[in-house]
């Protein structure tokens, strides 16, 4: 399995830890692609920054991640995520059939992930909050997500 992702993904360096999730820097974003064993999907990933404390703050970015996600029209089948654990951290995720990968389609969704994150960030957080936000992203910790979880319906 890793060998066939190194090659579809087109680094040498590409490698998966014992859980199934490699980590790519694309421009400014670091995208992850998890594939746990028995996966019948990969799931690009990209952190986008944690929830406000503050409930109104809290509320504009929830409503404008639900408003990115309807239909999954605007991202182009990629949707906002909460992380599972609770911790308020937002990832863009986009989930790919693991059967007949192709590595164009992979590279263009890591690529496209990677574009996407900044202002995407920047419309959830606003434009005020655009540096503090841009620290916030890079911080955010790569999904540790179950064999389950990737097999649910994105």
């Known amino acids: 399995m890793e060998a066939e992702l190194r090659e579809l993904v087109g680094h040498a360096a590409f490698a998966l830890t014992a859980e199934g999730r ?24 990209t952190g986008l920054g944690s929830l406000p404390s503050d409930p109104a703050a809290r509320q504009s970015v929830v409503m404008a991640a639900l408003q990115y996600n309807m239909f999954l029209a605007e991202g182009d089948g990629a949707a906002v995520a909460a992380h599972p654990n609770g911790d308020g951290s937002l990832y863009l995720c986009y989930r790919l059939p693991l059967h007949g990968l192709d590595g164009t389609l992979l590279a263009n969704v890591i690529a496209n992930l990677a574009a996407r994150a900044g202002p995407l960030a920047q419309r959830l957080w606003g434009l005020e909050a655009t540096a ?16 389950q979880f990737m097999n649910l319906r994105a």
């Open 22 to 45: 490699g980590v790519l820097t694309a421009g400014e974003a670091t995208v992850v692609v998890d594939v746990p064993a028995h996966a019948r999907h990969v799931v690009c990933s």
């Open 132 to 147: 503090a936000r841009a620290g916030a992203a890079a911080e955010v910790p790569a999904p540790a997500l179950s064999s």
